[in-house]
């Protein structure tokens, strides 16, 4: 069974940072590109960054663009987004999300953490 | 950026009625090469994180009960729920894979009951 699990979030101040990260199992990790997509209180949801399976691609939505980096561990099935220079707009409950074909970026994602809630604010 | 919408953005059904949600690209995200539209659909209860209903936009996802179904192609495509269960309650967003990096999702249409 996939199993997605976050963690990492909390209250941070205006311009300060965090790290989340992602701890998956379940499925051969290195093979599936891995995504974090954000949803703000009471919005919808924001795809913000992804990574492919070896870790050497990475892509990011231009509302984090230079801000924020994803990475990936891939002996320990972990990802990571660390967050910079953070700003209120960034609160959102974050997931974690799978693709759904190995190897694939241009996939769904068929498999999502339960998502960790950052809160931005002074 | 290919931008999607949809419509409504709520809709109250009776139970076991039919619930219809409709979702459109501003481009084509049907790729000519292997005759596929790059579009899936989510399901997200109150709570919970999305959980993936259909992709390849008619194809339903490991679980999800054959009352659901996708269909269209091209830029226009319809979310169906046949005989609206409690259960059901929820937003449902869909989402386009058609580029790299992937794609937006669109704003939303909440499903209640009448």
């Known amino acids: 069974e996939v199993q997605l699990l976050e963690s990492g979030g909390g209250l941070v101040q205006p311009g300060g940072s965090l790290r989340l990260s992602c701890a998956a199992s379940?499925?051969?990790?290195?093979?599936?590109?891995l995504n974090w997509v954000r949803q703000a209180p009471g919005k919808g949801l924001e795809w913000i960054s992804v990574?492919?399976?070896?870790?050497?691609?990475?892509y990011y939505a231009d509302s984090v663009k230079g801000r924020f980096i994803i990475s990936r561990d891939n002996p320990r099935n972990m990802l990571y987004l660390q967050m910079n220079s953070l700003t209120v707009d960034d609160t959102a409950v974050y997931y974690c999300?799978?693709?759904?074909?190995?190897?694939?970026?241009?996939?769904?994602?068929?498999?999502w953490g339960q998502g960790t809630l950052v809160t931005v604010s002074s | 950026d290919i931008v999607m919408t949809q419509s409504p953005e709520s809709l109250a059904v009776s139970l076991g009625e039919r619930a219809t949600i409709n979702c459109k690209s501003s481009?084509?995200?049907?790729?000519?090469?292997?005759?596929?539209?790059?579009l899936a659909w989510y399901q997200q209860k109150p709570g919970q994180p999305p959980k993936l209903l259909i992709y390849?936009?008619?194809i339903r996802a490991s679980g999800v009960p054959d009352r659901f179904s996708g269909s269209g192609s091209g830029t226009d495509f319809t979310l169906t729920i046949s005989g609206l269960q409690a259960e059901d309650v929820a937003v449902y967003y869909c989402?386009?894979?058609?580029?790299?990096?992937?794609?937006?999702f669109g704003p939303g249409t909440k499903v209640a009951i009448k």
């Open positions: 999300a799978k693709v759904g074909i190995p190897g694939a970026t241009r996939a769904w994602l068929d498999s």
């Open positions: 379940g499925f051969p990790f290195n093979g599936f590109v």
């Open positions: 990574i492919s399976g070896s870790g050497s691609d990475k």
């Open positions: 481009q084509s995200v049907f790729y000519s090469a292997n005759n596929k539209n790059y």
């Open positions: 390849w936009a008619s």
């Open positions: 989402q386009h894979y058609y580029t790299t990096p992937p794609g937006t």
